[in-house]
């Protein structure tokens, strides 16, 4: 069992930025893919980034948001930088396992099957 636990979300005009972070705690971090998606009110949950050894975005992101991880640290954190107003959502932390060592370095990061998911944290962009 992974526990996941996201903060840093919050209210931020159009054109900044904001950093989030999610916390994991249960299981051997770096044996885990690690994903942030996000929900805007009446839309279906959608893929933002991806990390393992690798990382992957949503064409929407890309050149915008960074993901990153500190497995020292347990924790994967999302850089959003040049937000918009189509960005505001609620952003959820994801984790799923990585079959193997090959998997984790060479595979593309998955954008589906995650396991463990975090409670949710609100970005809200004013234009």
């Known amino acids: 069992q992974v526990q996941l636990v996201e903060s840093g979300g919050g209210l931020v005009q159009a054109g900044g930025s904001l950093r989030l972070s999610c916390a994991a705690s249960?299981?051997?971090?770096?044996?885990?893919?690690m994903g942030w998606f996000r929900q805007a009110p009446g839309k279906e949950r959608e893929f933002v980034a991806a990390i393992s050894g690798r990382t992957n975005y949503a064409d929407s992101v890309k050149g915008r948001f960074t993901i990153s991880r500190d497995n020292a640290k347990n924790t994967v954190y999302l850089q959003m930088n040049s937000l918009k107003p189509e960005d505001t959502a609620v952003y959820y932390c994801?984790?799923?396992?990585?079959?193997?060592?090959?998997?984790?370095?060479?595979?593309?990061?998955?954008?589906?099957?995650?396991?463990?998911w975090g409670q949710g944290t609100q970005v809200t962009v004013s234009s």
């Open positions: 994801a984790a799923r396992i990585v079959g193997s060592t090959y998997d984790y370095y060479y595979s593309p990061v998955p954008t589906a099957g995650y396991a463990y």
């Open positions: 249960g299981r051997t971090f770096s044996n885990y893919a």
